[in-house]
């Protein structure tokens, strides 16, 4: 074994060196003024729409830097309050107590279609059929016309807002604590396709041909119903700011609104903003509202 | 400045070591100041022994999620401590030197694979071959334990390796000299004496699984209610932190940290044990002279 | 045939068989994920951005993403790392202070990541005003790798042999310069482990950085900008099911990246080696 050398071997001088300049570098570059960047931040499913629209408004304005983040609805009413973003994204059928202080504008709407594994035979549910379902009233799809199986009955987490819109149109009821729960549309699916005896529900954009959809009080879960207003299952997607939009963030409001965001949005499963419609009061039918009692709720 | 620099050098690196605990302070104290009142509002018994989670209703009982936190850990370490040791033994005491110079850094390359790629996997392939071989809806906690069993593989294993390379090649040769077969002198006297050192591999990698989020997540069903059976599904404490926090409020948002602090806390005692373990090793080592 | 002989042959069978199952599952996951994701996986894949949702285009901003955040939280973690393993091995007897810090960085290698990303959320994101940015997700994920680092490096200082640092002190050197010159060269293959792990670990964190720098899928301009790694597209895509295709190909990446790191590694590390007992 011979001694070690004394001299600091050039290996080791390197390694400081570069990481202090690495360093120094990355926090030049991020000094730089931070006007003309929208923060969004929000609904999961509404996230991927966003980035698509943002790519979009991006190419058009390359001045504006739009960024877009997930965490959940709930996530994007506290960041819309708290600034960290300038606009908060929710597809909540119901804006919560402290959303109030927001300004909620709806872009978009999503149907919630029922889905079933492609071997279940069951075509069609009721609504309360369904509460029941969810509610763990009803265990066994025999029940329901089908096969002599129990229900695999699929949720998402609390916090979604696919969740609260389902329950809340639903009529609000507790979830039976044997539901499995998942975290996401994706994930939904999955689940729903790999096991027959599953039941589920997940934006309808994202129904593909390994689950199927049911329909729900006699009508099938179709653009058309949804934007008729007679496929009840529907919920608003909200771009959220602090007090009414302005600046640079109404720039990309109006642009998501406008015939190209709409067009883009429509393209990739989600239907266009009601016709007239720039808040909740508006309903989220087409339908003429008819007033505060009015509306799709 | 050799003198200087000398008597400099101690009192930066305390400083530099003092930032390391106060990180985790800050971390602990932020997660007590968010929980604790709440445990001291809700009451610990509420807390921990009730089955009851509705939070949108108020209530809070999270015993489920701790039985099946140690369902799924216990299956895990029945599933990783075994294969983990076994392994281990294999490739320090009776592999050729060459195999442990490939096989221990493919192993590694187990432990760098991220969790979710294991969730995936385990949502593809091991539920749906779980629902179909043994019935249930796949997403269970026995899919959660195959899944945290073999990500633990690699830190088991580690250390495990660590303990038995350090037991000093004496003993091995002193019981071979008595006649016995190398099979026999590992299992009489190299596992005995490396016994503390695996059994801290085995609590880190305790640790580890109870820490475990998005795999789990994605495996285990998520479902609230208490597990009855390995097929069940089932929600561990971690997965309802990470399920829940994003949106939730006040009391809802108190209770999720509350929960923070429950594994917090196991954590601490499981790293106590192990560090307790080792310790016993060594100690056991130094009386005997080495 | 003796006895002891056959339960022998009948242990080590067993025990082998034991190691071949644990490689068979690691080849499983491996070729599993390779075998989708290795066709998806073209020049274009890795430098092009997300398009269309993530359906379409590539993964180049979030390998960009990865680098730049493990690279940076590494930057911040080693130095706090070294420095605590060079003073509890080198500076102090094993004392109360020492064995309560020794326990704390146990505990912080402990907590669950959902944990660090929300703490990463609430201090660095909002209190400090950060945003959510690079470098709110790299001095989370050096919190989260501190341990790591701390007790690697801590294994590799002690493995320098003491007689080592006696011959440097009585040649006249101080305790300081023995350091520098003589122990941390001669620990550095350990510490290098530590670095390699912690940031197989960083790769993978998904938790801990969504929280903290968010999911942008643009390049980042700045230490300000937020950033997606290539583990939360991972996620996301598969999340949201919206090409699981592209989701494998991130996979491969992934699986590919930490194959190199780990490799890399060895490689410096037989080097290293190699020179220092020559």
Redesign the interface.
Known sequence: ????S????L??RRV?AF?VS??CC??A????G?EGSV?L?GS??F???A??LA?EYDDAHPEV?V?????GSALGISAAL?G?AQIGMADLVELPPDASALVATVVARDGIAVVVNPKNRIAEISMPKLRAVYMGKIRNWKELGGGDAPITVVSRESGSGTRSSFESILGRFDLTSDAIIQ?????I??TVANDGNAIGYLSYG?VNEKIRSVEVDGVPCSSENILAGSYRLVRPIYLLTLGAPRGTPKGFIDYVLGPAGQASIVA?GLLPAPRGAASPAGGVSDAPAPGPEGGAR | M??G??RL??R???A??C???L?????AL??FKEGLPFMVKVGLGDFLLSSDWRPDSGHFGILPMIVSSLWVTFGALLIGA???I??A???AE??PQGLMRV?K??????????????G??GVM?LAPFIRSAAGGPGLSILAAAIVLG?MI?PTV?AIAIDALRSVPQSYREGALALGA????SV?MVVLVAARSGLLAGVILGM??A?????AVIMVAGNAVKMPLSALDSARTL?AN??LE?GYATGMHRQALFAT?IV??LV??I???L??AALKRGSLKRRARGR | MNS??L??WA??A???A??A???A??AF??F??LEKGLPQISLGFLLDR?????KEGGIGPAIVGTL?LS??A??VA????V??A???SE?TRESRLTK?????????????????G??GY??F??TLRL?????AGALTLA?MI?PTL?RTSEEAIRAVPRS?RE??LSLG?????T????V???A?PGILTGVM?SF??S?????AV??TA?????LP??????VRTL?VH???L?????STEK?YGT?AV??IA??A???TT?ALMNRFIRR???
């Open positions: 074994m011979t001694f070690p004394l001299r600091p071997s290996e080791t400081p990481a690495l360093l990355l926090l570059l991020g000094c730089r931070r923060t931040a999961t499913a996230q991927p729409f980035e698509k790519e830097n960024t877009v983040q997930g965490g708290n960290a975290d996401s549309n994706g994930t699916r999955e994202l990739d | 050799n003198l620099s000398d050098a101690p930066l690196l305390l530099v070591a930032t390391t605990m990180c985790l302070l800050v971390i932020f997660i075994p294969l983990g076994a392994g033994v294999f490739l009776f592999a096989v850094p493919a192993i590694e390359l187990l432990s760098g694979i991220p969790s979710v790629v294991y995936f996997i392939v073999v593989l294993m077969t190398k099979w026999q299992r640790g580890r109870i820490g475990e989020t998005m971690t932190i990470a926090m923070g594994l917090f954590i601490m499981l790293n106590g192990a560090g | 002891h002989k339960s022998q242990a080590v067993v025990l082998a034991a190691t199952l644990i490689l599952v690691l996951i491996v599993f994920v997300p398009r269309n949702m993530g730049l690279l940076l590494i930057a080693l130095p706090l790392g420095g605590t060079i003073y509890l500076y309560a810090i020794r326990f704390g960085t146990d505990c912080l290698a402990g907590i669950p990541s959902i944990i660090f929300l703490f609430i201090f994101v909002t945003g959510w940015s690079l470098i919190i501190l701390i080592w011959v440097s050197a101080t305790r300081w310069e350091v520098r010159k003589v941390l060269p001669n550095l792990l197989g670990r790769i993978g964190e998904t938790a969504i929280y968010g999911s942008s899928f643009r301009r700045g230490a300000f900008d937020s583990a991972f996620y996301i598969a999340r949201e099911g919206l989701a996979a992934l699986v930490v194959l790191v780990n490799a060895y220092r007992s020559r």
